[in-house]
Nanobody, 125 residues
Framework: QVQLVESGGGLVQAGGSLRLSCAAS????????LGWLRQAPGKEREGVSC????????YYEDSVAGRFTISSDNAKNTVYLLMNSLKPEDTAVYYC??????????????????WGQGTQVTVSS
């Protein structure tokens, strides 16, 4: 079993930055896709970004491309999401999840292998 623990959320003013971390413990996940998703109150969950640990291929949702950067440290079993130029519309609970491939993250988002408890990001205007 793998446990995912997110951290790094908080309250920040518009234009500010935060770096989210997601640490995996338990058994090694191996080659996979590590994704960040978010859900704002009253809105559907959306995939924000994803990285393939095998080849570092990344995906960004259009609204965050150019502002967010995903990275992973396989030695530490940790995935990061650096969020710059934050906007009030980025306010949400951010979750990390493990998928077998980026394609699963993109097209079969409910078919994750593991899911974290979430961290709140609030961006004030």
């Amino acid at each position: 079993q793998v446990q995912l623990v997110e951290s790094g959320g908080g309250l920040v003013q518009a234009g500010g930055s935060l770096r989210l971390s997601c640490a995996a413990s338990g058994r090694t996940v191996g080659s996979c896709a590590l994704g960040w998703l978010r859900q704002a109150p009253g809105k559907e969950r959306e995939g924000v970004s994803c990285i393939s640990t095998a080849d570092n291929i990344t995906y960004y949702e259009d609204s965050v491309a150019g502002r967010f950067t995903i990275s992973s440290d396989n030695a530490k079993n940790t995935v990061y999401l650096l969020m710059n130029s934050l906007k009030p519309e980025d306010t949400a609970v951010y979750y990390c999840a493990v998928y077998d491939t980026i394609a699963t993250f993109l097209y079969r988002q409910s078919q994750y292998d593991y899911w974290g408890q979430g961290t709140q990001v609030t961006v004030s205007s």
